[in-house]
């Protein structure tokens, strides 16, 4: 069965803090994703990675760094977390693109990361 | 430049009854595919269904099924027999056209809040 879990559902951190959101998955999917949700805006891709030690810069990686040193783990770091970061970080794992399929590259989800900047 | 629009933030359903969540997509490219996916108030995304635009039959999966009109540029979400626990955001999404070498990302809707009533 398809999972991906994140290290924490609730986080309430100090504004200046260095935050570590960490997500796994165990499908052996190659493609990681951090998105952020706040309402109104859907959902914004942060940053994405393709490989192991490969990223990619999304729409919004202002504020936030990735880490992927192993194929199964992702992590997203807030350098120094400031109030307009409080969200909801979701963590999404797929196979890569191959030519024109597509069903393969569905995005699997964990459960999130709801974080309060105070 | 490829987008997909929800046109219904909200929508209301008596238990029992089918509802028909609206989807419309914008892309030049040939090869495309749709997902959607429904969010609950705990927050995981979960996959539901997927539509590849290549496929000649509308994409079925249990009691959900998409409605694809590729002329209309429409992939409406079909619930049947709906369930006090299909009350959550439902998201339409789409894959970015297919460059080699790139990984594709999804793009996504604003998403429709559905409330099923008893």
């Known amino acids: 069965d398809v999972k991906v879990t994140q290290s924490s559902r609730y986080l309430v951190k100090r504004t200046g803090e260095k935050v570590f959101l960490e997500c796994v998955q165990d499908?052996?999917?190659?493609?990681m994703f951090w998105y952020r949700q706040d309402p109104g805006l859907g959902l914004r891709l942060i940053y994405f990675?393709?490989?192991?030690?490969?990223?990619e810069k999304g729409d919004i990686p202002e504020g936030y760094s990735v880490s992927r040193e192993k194929k199964e783990r992702f992590s997203l770091i807030l350098e120094s977390a400031s109030t307009n970061q409080t969200s909801m970080y979701l963590c999404?794992?797929?196979?890569?693109?191959?030519?024109?399929?597509?069903?393969?590259?569905?995005?699997?989800f964990g459960p999130g990361t709801r974080l309060l900047v105070l | 430049a490829q987008k997909i629009t929800q046109t219904q933030p909200g929508m209301f359903v008596q238990e029992k009854e089918a509802v028909t969540l609206d989807c419309t997509y914008d892309?030049?490219?040939?090869?495309?595919?749709l997902f959607w996916y429904k969010q609950p108030s705990s927050g995981e995304m979960i996959f539901l269904i997927y539509?590849?635009?290549?496929d000649e039959q509308n994409a079925t999966e249990g009691r959900y099924s998409l409605n694809f009109q590729k002329a209309r540029k429409s992939a409406n979400l079909v619930i049947s027999a709906s369930q006090l626990g299909d009350s959550a955001m439902y998201f339409c999404?789409?894959?970015?056209?297919?460059?080699?070498?790139?990984?594709?990302?999804?793009?996504w809707g604003l998403g429709t809040s559905l409330a099923v009533n008893p």
């Open positions: 999404a794992s797929s196979f890569p693109s191959r030519q024109r399929e597509g069903r393969q590259e569905t995005q699997y």
């Open positions: 499908m052996d999917h190659e493609n």
């Open positions: 990675s393709y490989d192991v030690k490969m990223k």
């Open positions: 892309t030049s490219d040939q090869s495309y595919g």
């Open positions: 539509q590849g635009s290549y």
């Open positions: 999404a789409m894959r970015e056209p297919f460059v080699a070498g790139n990984n594709r990302k999804l793009i």
